[in-house]
């Protein structure tokens, strides 16, 4: 007998019998010659998108196309944080959509992605700031999403030892969102698989497409380097691949690609136990469960499909997490990553058609898409399934740039790399 | 008739000394900038020849022209003309360049610190991103360049053992701090000090 | 990543701000909205070769045309913007 | 530190690189132990006996020493105390000083007996994916009882609890030619490069150089090869075109030639010197590099293969020929080449008993076979080791025959030798994977890029010959290609023997029918993954290298996988059933060792974080008692509290009242401030403003707003005439540098027939606001009788250039941010220290007094004025109630986007002065806009509060935000919602305008 299902009871039989009971857990599927939808991208967002289409919207044929292997993307390459401490009303519903996903996933899919709501504190250094933050807490209280707000003592008391006395620019306080964390990233994805592919839900790993067929301005299907696959319809899940493969449908899109470096240094007996982000520098951190201090800073700032950044990012990354906290000194860098961002025009995605009929676009995350996963694959499913916006993603159109609809949270303009 | 103001200094007068290396305070200058206006460069080197006997520098170097004048490229289209101290330095140039260029005061703008002394390269190295090799930054070039985080116009004087960074007066002071904590460090023991 | 300033010379990103594409053009103020638009938003974001704007901030303060794969990050040619357009403009 | 041991040194043979004549003394986990200089932390505890030196991650299972270098998985510690307390420092790359303390760590109550070691037992359970299948039931037990348990046990060692005591630098350096490692290959390639004349840097991560010439009992010329080595290094040192660093690991290679350096600077000593850094970060930038990084030897996967004993069989041989250590007296040689064979040898040699040979290779070794006989030892060709057994370290060995007959040895080394992986990773930092080498059984680069160089055992050369051509070679090509062309040829010594490798490679080693009877076989050993997880990794459908890394942790340990990798990914493919090339392989990631963050950081931290800038006031103003704020890189005077003030809020009411009743002053230097110039300038501004600039009058000044492209604000500031084609514009003190780069790229880019010069003139200017109904009078005192500023003169809004003081130059606006009489007087930066003693001075009998930041962010409240916190890159001139100032006769930069519908969408929040019904009731900024009597959601948010202050002129709490159609709703009340501090407020929609909305005041 095979164990499909995670319980107690299979675990126990497993560990009796040498664990060599346990199935793979999704099956290498084979591309079929068609699909009612076919989803391009074995990301979180794809997989994810999948199974809510098989469960919640009750399609079947369903196929995930992956060029590499799943979850080889952002989903694997982040620095793990959930969260859903927007300030825009078009943001807040939807990641608070999100978080709520989060909070019951691995109930959902069977599937524990160690989802860890620890908190993550937004620290301060001025006034300016400190009212931004109030506004932006406020917003998320009005929406029902949890925040609080510390001042300096409060921060110190939760974090002693940031660098409270000897700071170019002093901690104030800090904003504080409880439910927000981590989430083991690899695990989504492969959760999201596992489960779709229960659903019956098709992943077909090493599948590069090549090419989007269009009749009449209609999709339907897409070349891959392993055939021709129909669809009735495409959705784009490709993240920092987006541009590539909607300029096969003739599309330009209100995105650029940008190199994100991420940082993990060597494990550590824990110390850090929430998310925290500085204020006064690009820097943010979590430590892991396995000790490792998680961290990450700024975008690079150019546009890049190589997966990797440079010196003056990481200088000023590290320097960031030396000012707030300076006894990590000795601590050392184990590894450096890139991942590629899908930077849009305004900071905020797009959930939308797309000018050609049954091509369905899901794109613009910049640094952010992690977090959104469960949400993402929920609207984007919803918009496949019914042909119009989930309510929590009205927002999040492709022709919000001509109307001047943006939603812009860090108030940077078209400028990407600033976002 | 009230007193006139006195001059404040950026920064203390006093040099700082250690490991075999100064940085001081070089001795302020009347500066004018100089950017000409379309398409008027070649009449206005035409008329700073005729009334100094120089033209703006192409490379990024400084010349010198007669009574202490030093101009040095300074931007894209913008060069700096310093002169001693006390020099009407932007009269002069109004009426040999008028409407040829803006000219714009920037004597208080910046302030050159000097560090002097064995080892200064190695120090300036800590700092600056530049190729500082004698074969490539030579004696008497100039550079618009960051030092560490502080923008600087670095010039390598033509004795090749001392440097100037010229830099915003709101930064001098942590530029200066820069600097001197560098100079504390020590010189690199892999570094080759020439005699 | 080492940019060459048609100016400076080779010199650290830290020295450089980036705009992004520079095959964009400003449209006529009188054009459709539909070119304002895409002038302001839309991009070819290739992932090769990418013709880019960078300004020389922490420098000579020159706007640069660089011509660098957005793949190898390999920088083929830089020229200052206002070469490049004025030699764009002469040869329309 | 301990008492210094009275135990007698541990005696050494042959070491070529410690110096016998001085020794040391240390501790370990509080016992004190001799070492002599040159050792490391691992060759001195071998020295000692010690076996038992770390305990693994997950299971806690006893761990000893491994390797003699950087990809050391086992021997990690927590060195030093307190503030410099290091952990996960590899022993093996750590140079003893005297005084050195180490610790064991992941183990509790000690190392010997580890509580924790129970997890052993539990093993069947924690294997590969074990947590992605559990601890889900029930739901809410995940946070209080499953994390809390596995964070205890996650980590190895204690970051230090106070902030880092030493600094640290960086530098940077160039060269034609950086050289990476100083074994045979990098020696040969530094001098062949460094011969042409080419600049020269070679990087040694050891503080000696040589690498394996140092490890081995080899010859070149006849004489010990790292005399070879210490020659050649003595010859570069002395040429003046080579910098020779030692103690320093390029970590990285980044674009455009870069490459990232950590030197040890002070890590050898006890603490680093008054002023030394302890590490310096460099980043040298090389037109061309060789990669001379040479090779890993990799382990062999056998049951119980991590008990302390078992060793690498070439770092068995370092700690012989380099620290004169035999790290075993009864030794078994485990090995599948020629080259784990040298260890029987120089183990014989050092006089320990060779007890077995097991040559895992099919085919039987007449060398093996002449080793034996000489050495006496069993050999077993075919064979493998089926089990080890002890109880802290090896006791015994269970070797398997040809025939799978297993056999008991009892020893207390095992030297394993799996064959050697070359050390790629600054060759795959660029995303280049290597590509499989059936030849000797290793992955090797395959990167092809103009200046890189490949040599030695990093590019599968393996012996000591070839490596020293391969590197001479690449040394010479590396130097043509910067345009050095050698005359003659590097001379180069001749090797003694001839190496031999013939390599079978054993990937798993294990009995494949019998799996885990005897114990766990490991891979990574930090992270205790085994063969059983990557078997059962494959099973659950995690096939690609990526997935097995990640589902079982492989190579995620401090280690990075030097030494487990390819076991792993060779595994793979024997349990899928794959080749090694189509199972592939992971890249490596920068950094190529662990690097310090304080190193990164360098001298940019606490205070120096970032650079300050400093107004020509701020001597002054510290004088003054000022409290300070940063505003940017800028410090501002924020307040100035005087005797007897026991509040800043009373400072600041004093202040305010004194600037709308008497007169104050306030650098407003940092303001941004661009002197343009040029024929085309009005038209310049007219592009850049959204209002008109042509007809503004020499000597006047007008409010300005600059939008961005896509139709919202960007920055505001006044303008000022000084002549037809001389204008001086200002900027808030946040853009100030952006607005350059914008003015910039008008010029250049957009618009570069204008002809229009631009220079900042920030730091040129001390600016100083004078303000209240006494400011005449008072700059009368200072300004020289030729210049009338009577209202009729030199009324609002008037800009001129001027004298004061007796000649002193000068420039004056009349202008105000505050809404009183007021005006702007700006001296070189020089005198801007003394105009503010002067003020102080000449304004005493008018009761004149400075004010900071605060009290003008009140004033320019209580008139109206948006600053940083309206002009947020959110709002549109019609949000701040300018939308009429959006010429309809020109073009300007955003015109086109800014006409779209939702930017001038009437219902969007608009710029509204608040007053709370109760005076007293605090309005607080971020606070949310909801109509009176609607519930806290949303649905009902129609606006908020961006800023607020109490006004001591209104005697009121005000505040400005934005409402939804918020001008034509005066009057209304509406509901502040603070849900964060749970409050809810009623107040007024007023005008923006709090204080004179005549303006009287300032045009008085």
Known sequence: MSSKHYSLFSLLRETLRGNTGWKPAWRKASPQSSYDVVIVGGGGHGLATAYYLAKRYGMRRIAVVEKGWIGGGNVGRNTTIVRSNYLLPGNVPFYECAMKLWEGLEQDINYNAMVSQRGILNLFHNDAQRNAYIRRGNSMRLHGVDADILDAAAVREKLPFLNFDNARFPIQGGLLQQRGGTVRHDAVAWGYARAADQLGVDIIENCEVTGIRIENGRTTGVETSRGFIGAGKVGLACAGNSSRVAAMAGLRLPIESHVLQAFVSEGLKPFIDCVVTFGAGHFYVSQSDKGGLVFGGDIDGYNSYAQRGNLPVVEDVISGGMALMPRIGRVRLLRHWGGLMDMSMDGSPIIDKTPVEQLYLNAGWCYGGFKATPASGLCFAHLLARDEPHEVATAFRLDRFGRGAVIDEKGMGAQPNLH | MPDRLLATSALPQEAYRVNGMMLSLAPQRVTVSIGPFAGRLGELNAALKKAFKVTLPEDFITVAGPDGLLFTRAAHNQWLCSAPEGTDLLATLSTACQSLAALTNQSDSRVTLTLSGKGAESIVAKLVALDLHPSVFVPGQTALTLAGHVPVILTRHTDATAYDFTVFRSLAQSLHHDIFAAMNGGIPTSERVCP | ?92 | MNTPSKLSPPKRTRANGVDTSKALTFTFDGRAYTAYEGDTLASALLANNVRLTGRSFKYHRPRGILSAGPEEPNALMELRTGARREPNSRATVTEVFHGLSAASQNRWPSLAFDALGVNGLLSPVFTAGFYYKTFMWPACFWEKVYEPMIRNAAGLGRAAKEADPDHYEQANAFCDVLVVGSGPAGLAAALSAAETGARVILCEQDYLTGGRLRAENITLDNKPAWQWGEEVTARLRAMPNVRLMTRSCVFGRYDGGTFGVIERVADHLPQPEENQPRQRYWRIVAKQCVVATGAIERPVVFPNNDRPGVMLAGSVRTYINRYGVAPGRKAVIYTNNDDGLRTVTDLYQAGADIVAIVDARPVPSPLAQSLAQQTGAFLFPGGRISNTLGRLGVAAAVIGNKAGKDQRFACDLIAVSGGWNPDLALTTHHGTRPVYNEQIAAFVPSIKAHDLHIAGMVAGTLTTRDTLHEGAEAGRKAAAACGFDSAGTTELPSAGVDETYAIHPTWSGIDQTAPQKAGKAFIDFQNDVTAKDVKQAAQEGFRSVEHLKRYTTLGMATDQGKTSNVNALAMLAEFTDRTIPETGTTLIRPPAQPVTLGAIAGPNREKHFKPTRLPPTHQWATEQNAVFTSNGLWQRAQWYPRAGETHWLETVNREVNTVRNAVGFCDVTTLGKIDIQGPDAASFLEKLYVNAWQKLAVGRARYGLMLREDGFAFDDGTTARLSPTHYVMTTTTANAGPAMQHLEFCHQVLWPELDVQFISVTDEWAQIAVAGPNSREVIRQLIDPAFDISNEAFGYMAAAEITICGGQQARLFRLSFSGELAYELAVPARFGDALARRLMEVGAPYGIAPYGTEALGVMRIEKGHPAGPELNGQTTAHDLGMGRMLSSKKEFIGKAMAARPALTDPRRPTLVGLRPVVATDALVAGSHLLPKGSPASAEYDQGWISSSAWSPTCNSWIALGFLSEGPSRHGEIIAVHNPLSGTVTEAEIVSPVFVDPEGKRLHA
């Open chain 3, 1 to 92: 990543m080492r940019i060459t300033c048609p100016h400076c010379g080779s010199r650290g990103l830290e020295e450089f701000t980036y705009r992004g594409d520079a095959t964009v053009r400003r449209p006529a103020p009188d054009a459709p909205h539909d070119a304002w638009v895409d002038y302001v938003y839309l991009r070819d974001n290739p992932a090769g070769l990418h013709k880019e704007l960078w300004y020389h901030g922490n420098g000579c303060r020159s706007w640069i045309v660089a011509e660098r794969n957005t793949i190898t990050h390999e920088i083929h040619s830089t020229r200052l913007a206002t070469e490049a357009l004025s030699e764009e403009k002469s040869g329309s």
